[in-house]
């Protein structure tokens, strides 16, 4: 059963930080990939940053490199995304999935806004 619960968003003024956390199911983390996803209002939903399982690349959309930080601890299968000097384009729903996604089997997300 592929399901995530997603958490730690919040209001930020620019230049703070956050840091998202992703309750994964089952075995998910030892088998999948994992992703953050954002999507923006008015948008569609976008790759932020994502984790290959094993090694633990990792990858990100260019607008949020040097910014941005995901990990994963496959022991507590869960997902971070630590989030630091944050801009107001940075708002938006994020989401957790596995990456490519699971289409169907998205989470409720967790709002992040980014306003003075």
Same mark, same amino acid.
């Given at each position: 059963q592929v399901q995530v619960v997603e958490s730690g968003g919040g209001l930020v003024q620019p230049g703070g930080s956050l840091r998202l956390s992703c309750a994964a199911s089952g075995s998910m983390l030892s088998v999948f990939g994992?992703?953050?996803?954002?999507?923006?209002?008015?948008?569609?939903?976008?790759?932020?940053?994502?984790?290959?399982? $094993?090694?633990?690349?990792?990858?990100?959309?260019?607008?949020?490199k040097g910014r941005f930080t995901i990990s994963r601890d496959n022991a507590k299968t869960m997902v971070y995304l630590q989030m630091n000097n944050l801009k107001p384009d940075d708002t938006g729903v994020y989401y957790c999935n596995a990456d490519p996604p699971f289409e169907g089997h998205w989470g409720q $997300?967790?709002?992040v806004t980014v306003s003075s």
């Amino acid at each position: 059963q592929v399901q995530v619960v997603e958490s730690g968003g919040g209001l930020v003024q620019p230049g703070g930080s956050l840091r998202l956390s992703c309750a994964a199911s089952g075995s998910m983390l030892s088998v999948f990939g994992m992703g953050w996803y954002r999507q923006a209002p008015g948008r569609r939903r976008e790759l932020v940053a994502a984790i290959t399982v $094993g090694e633990g690349l990792t990858k990100y959309i260019d607008s949020v490199k040097g910014r941005f930080t995901i990990s994963r601890d496959n022991a507590k299968t869960m997902v971070y995304l630590q989030m630091n000097n944050l801009k107001p384009d940075d708002t938006g729903v994020y989401y957790c999935n596995a990456d490519p996604p699971f289409e169907g089997h998205w989470g409720q $997300g967790t709002q992040v806004t980014v306003s003075s």
